[in-house]
């Protein structure tokens, strides 16, 4: 205990003397050690980040940590919250990029396993999560040119969610009201011009955005494109001003991203990887947060990979 608070004053004084000195380098990650495809959420006034374990040759986690924060500063490793061994029937290896909605008091947990797309219910934001399925939501292959990847689910204000996935090609679907079903009928493909992988969506002033990565994650060039659209469905219009985040300077590979409004604010987040600093790779991968902002018409502004959010509550 003693020695995870002399941590945590250690990166807490590391961040400060960054903002102190101003220098012109990269910030440091938010997290310690190599996370990959954060998605950032909020419950009960709480942050807390999903990412990918990374570090291995292939992408051959077996496992999912969370981690929780009050400030967007400091962050509380809270464990593994999923392992695929452990917790699952169908998958062992390839844990990749979570991501979590909330409904009815409970946390839907969706993410990737074995190429293909699973989820797990818990009561709270760190579980524990529990498979309801015992199979995959979506199944290896299911759609043709399409990896069953990346999982995003967007919960509107009428409380329909939708599911939105895919590399290759980027598919949605309404969920049902169980949040782990959906009619495969149902499912529409909203592939827009450039995209990869790695979708997100928001809702912002009766706008829906969709973004979503471009080019490979081991490529530096990786990057974060957007489209608006007035339904969640789509049709999604790429817009004119893109990337909205992609490398520079020694931030390379800067991709696979979510987006968070702080609460009882116009001001939001964006999480995103970049390869390591130093000596990253599209195998070793950090977390960082940095400020999202718009333009008058409420267009995504390009983000500064060298601004970093620091203790903005
Ligand atoms: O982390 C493994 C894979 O790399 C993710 O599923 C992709 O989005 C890419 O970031």
Redesign the pocket.
Known sequence: MKREGSALCVRAFIVLLWCATGLAAAPPPCLPGLN??PHLAESGGVFYLYP?S?GTEG?MSTSFRAWSSRDLLVWKDEGVVLDLPRDLKWAEV?A??PAVAFKGGRCYYYF?AAQSIGVAVGEGPVGPFKDPLGKPLVAKGAWKGCQS??PMVFVDGDGAAYLFFG?GRCMAVKLNDDMVSFDPSQVRDLTPPGYN??PFVFKRNGIYHLSW?EFD?RDPR?SVACATADSPLGPYRKAAANPILKQRGEVKGA??HSILRLPGRDEWVIAY?RFRIPGGD?YR?ETCLSPLRFDANGAILPVDVFEAVHNRL
């Open positions: 990959a495809d990918t990374d992408w390839r990749w990029a990737s990847i990346d590399q992988e790695g990565s994650t990786y991709g696979h990887h599209g991968r």
